[in-house]
């Protein structure tokens, strides 16, 4: 890890180039890299020697970006993927098997929620939902001995709920198994989850990470710090691996035990590829994420204090106001309590309002995205849920009149502006 501050880490990490070099990270287009003897080659197959042979394992380009992520979290490495989802499904593969379970939170991104309640249970992975209303004891109770990790969201696509890292990673460890977050809508500059013990964090980079809404992917960054001989709960780790010789990755990688075990494995057989080009495009984004982060957040607070204001509006979700419940754990885990540009609120009327205000807005563009710089707007009533009738959306905790907002780093006033006139248009 370099010890400069994060806001050089987002420049100046990853990409070094030496004498006579590009100054801007290279997009290396190709699928597969000259070695001068078989021998070369060999020692890469059999893992003793680092370097790259074929892009759906490794890519100078993409490489660069990993260890750009990998400085910013604060890890001991990370891999791409082509997507937030296969990220989350690697992450969780790379220790489970079939006969396993795992403990996840309730509230994390629903596309998630469907990949372990539908994807990974056809595979034959369990998982048990908890959510932190529960009790402790009722929590504890849904570990036994083939539960193998935790899973949860730094702060929750969409409800916006945000971990209390402390009690969940003291019931991970109790059980000595590791917790994985995504951290997808914090960014490691608002929250660096390895800081209060987490083990794994994965993201959807096509959130603020690439922030300009043009590529998606993932990645998954390893702390190296949980310890996977434990009680020989992690066999896939430590004990031989048949597909390489009988390598035991814990005794040859060490700290990196997982996120090598990821890529040479799981990456090697399932190919789920960040391109080249997606990396650079990637890298360009992750240069100005603590400038963009930063403005979401103060766009998104002064949004939130505006709607709050407004008689029309039932009741505004936004973690930087003091009447959330969750305002004190974001000022506890979030770099000076900025909560990133997500902001939901309810309003009166119903979906019929809803729908008309939407359709009034000028500037804020409905789209099936958060996380990007242009101010957009989502209304789960007539889009994602339009299935469901407004009793069906009220049993999943979604009001007719629910407006989901994603803040962009337009100017505050444009964007209170265009609220504001779409709200009165609304009315009528
Ligand atoms: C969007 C999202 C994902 C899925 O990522 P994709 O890049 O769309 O596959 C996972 N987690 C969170 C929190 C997300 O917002």
Known sequence: MSSYKIATKCIQSGYKPKNGEPRILPICQSTTFKYDSSEDLAQLFDLTKAGHMYTRISNPTVSAVEEKITDLEGGVGAMCTSSGQAASFISVLNICKAGDNIVALINIYGGTVNLFAVTLKQMGIETRFISSQMSEEEIHSNFDDRTRLVFGETLANPSLDILDFEKFVAIAHSHKVPIIVDNSFATPILCRPFEYGVDIVTHSTSKYMDGHASVVGGVIVDSGNFDWTIDGKY??????????????????????????????????????????????????????????????????????????????????????????IYHSLAQKYLKDGMSSGVVSFVIKGGRERATKFMDSLELAALVVHVADARTSVLHPASTTHRQLSDKQLEAAGISPGFVRLSVGIEDSDDIINDLSQALKKSSK
């Open 235 to 324: 066999p896939e780790l430590t004990t031989p691996d048949d597909s390489y010789h009988g390598l035991i990755y814990t005794e040859a990688f060490g700290k990196a035990a997982y996120i090598t075990k990821a890529r040479t494995q799981l990456m090697r057989d399932l190919g789920s590829t960040p391109q080249p080009m997606s990396a650079f495009l990637l890298n360009l984004g992750l240069e100005t994420l603590h400038l963009r982060i930063v403005r979401h957040s103060e766009n998104a607070l002064k949004v939130a204090q505006f709607l709050e204001n407004q008689d029309c509006i039932e009741s505004v979700n936004y973690p930087g106001l003091e009447s959330s």
